[in-house]
């Protein structure tokens, strides 16, 4: 099956298959071809190039884009997309001025949405989060991390996971799957906090390692939840099984965590709204990507990531949304990538870098995803009719999409 598509305004994110992750300086360019044709070949891009030296190609379909843009489809490294149920109470509590934390104190927060994630039956569970994926592809989203850590139990936690792995086996977009079992801290742990990473370790880690259940590792580290010390615990358990670290560190307090990521080898840290300067610093010379969650700090009113302070210092930086019932209940990369421009100063060029190429690094898809190169996925978005590329962070209510492939088909 041949598609080409030809007039296309603007083809964004055209690179060497061989570029894995960009450094902050690198962000500053957003290769394109103006005017150009692009070829999918069973699901694959096998080529594209300036309209001006398309030879004959025998397509079975041919795709006006006149006037529209082409870029690859957005690679969200940090989502919660199982879960069950919603949160819209404590969404009500916080604009009557109770905190995140006052929630969570109170048994709310990652805790309500254990409970009832433990009580809705896994076709539910599944169910449910089947739509956000549907969602969030529709709005150009062709590659996904996806955390357990609502179960915080044995069963809870594999639950998850397993709706997890059947999502993976009927969606086309790559889900990379993260074992986030030392999310919170269940009531009965309460005060023994490392009898539960006991837990984590010896009863549940083994399990998920044995039926292969996911990818990556996960701790949020922070002050009122795990400490540095049972960060590194997890982290050096979970080595054992090839598991690579993909942690919540200084969301609301600097503990450290940065630097027993890089330790531990992470593949990415995220959050990252309060950092020191010793933070960008350990990160420097690292395979470690930075993850901001812009959605995140707007929704509970938290500081963004220092951006500027993180790229200006050389360092890379990835884009995600966090989707979750409680701090982020969104999943739209649009927005986040205009919040990135318009909060934390990004340019669009940083910004479409964080959230394609970087974001691609920061799940280990760097080689099939996140730019337009030839062998890569035909993972790409189609935009309307619009003026410029930067339009899109610009518009931000804006839906400027008009069409998403994944694997050359086309999904919305
Ligand atoms: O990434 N910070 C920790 N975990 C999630 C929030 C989870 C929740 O409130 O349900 C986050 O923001
Ligand atoms: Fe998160």
Same mark, same amino acid.
């Not at 960060?231 to 200084?250: D, Q």
């Not at 940065?258 to 992470?266: K, L, N, W």
């Given at each position: ?11 964004? %994110?055209v ?13 500053k ?88 994630? %433990? ?8 169910? %449910? ?50 074992? !986030? ?29 044995r ?11 922070? %002050? ?9 615990? !997890? ?31 992470? !593949? ?11 933070d960008?610093? +350990? ?17 509970? +009113?938290i ?23 409680? +701090? ?36 280990? !898809? ?8 030839k ?29 998403v ?5 086309k999904?919305?």
């Open positions: 099956m041949k598609l080409l598509f030809t007039n296309i305004k603007e083809l964004l %994110q690179r060497e298959a061989s570029v894995e992750k960009l450094s902050g300086k690198e962000m360019e957003l290769p394109t071809i103006k005017n150009a044709w692009l070829l999918i070949e069973d699901g694959n891009i096998s080529d594209f190039g300036k309209m001006d030296n398309l030879s004959e190609i025998n397509a079975d379909e041919t795709i006006n884009a006149e006037g529209k843009i082409v870029l690859p489809t957005w690679c969200d490294s940090h989502t919660h997309i199982v879960y069950a149920g919603n949160r819209e109470q404590e969404f009500v509590d916080r604009i009557n001025g109770l905190s995140y934390e006052e929630i969570a104190n109170r048994g709310g927060g990652i805790l309500n949405s254990a409970k009832t994630l %433990q009580e809705t039956p896994e076709e539910e569970v599944y169910r %449910q989060s089947a739509e956000r994926l549907e969602e969030v592809m529709s709005l150009g989203t062709g590659a996904v991390e996806i955390k357990s850590g609502y179960g915080l139990t044995k069963e809870g936690e594999l639950k998850m996971l397993r709706v997890i792995k059947r999502l993976k086996e009927n969606y086309q977009i790559p889900i990379k799957a993260t074992f !986030l079992g030392a999310h919170a801290l269940p009531k009965e742990y309460d005060g023994n906090t490392s009898a539960y990473i006991d837990k984590v370790i010896n009863e549940i880690l083994p399990e998920v390692a039926q292969k259940l996911a990818e990556f590792i996960d701790i949020f580290c922070e %002050q009122g939840y795990f400490t540095v010390e049972d960060t590194n615990r !997890l982290l050096s358990a979970a080595k054992e099984y090839g598991m690579k670290p993909k942690i919540h560190v200084n969301q609301f307090h600097a503990i450290g965590g940065i630097q027993a990521g890089v330790e531990h080898d992470a !593949l990415s840290v995220d959050h990252l709204e309060v950092m020191r300067p010793e960008i610093e +350990s990160l420097k010379g690292t395979a470690t990507m930075p993850v901001a969650l812009p959605t995140c700090s707007l929704y509970l +009113s500081p963004y990531t220092p951006a500027r302070a993180i790229l200006d210092g050389g360092l890379p930086l990835a884009l995600a949304t966090d989707f979750n019932p409680g +701090s982020t209940p969104s999943g739209n990369m649009n927005l986040v990538v205009s919040l990135a421009c318009i909060k934390m100063r990004m340019t669009p060029e940083e910004a479409i870098n964080a959230a394609t190429i970087n974001g691609a690094y920061a799940m280990e !898809l760097s080689e099939t995803h996140g730019s337009i190169s062998g890569k996925k035909a993972n790409f978005i189609l935009t309307k009719k619009i003026p410029s590329y930067a339009f899109l962070p610009y518009a931000f209510g804006t839906n400027s999409i008009e069409s492939y994944i694997n050359g088909e999904v919305k």
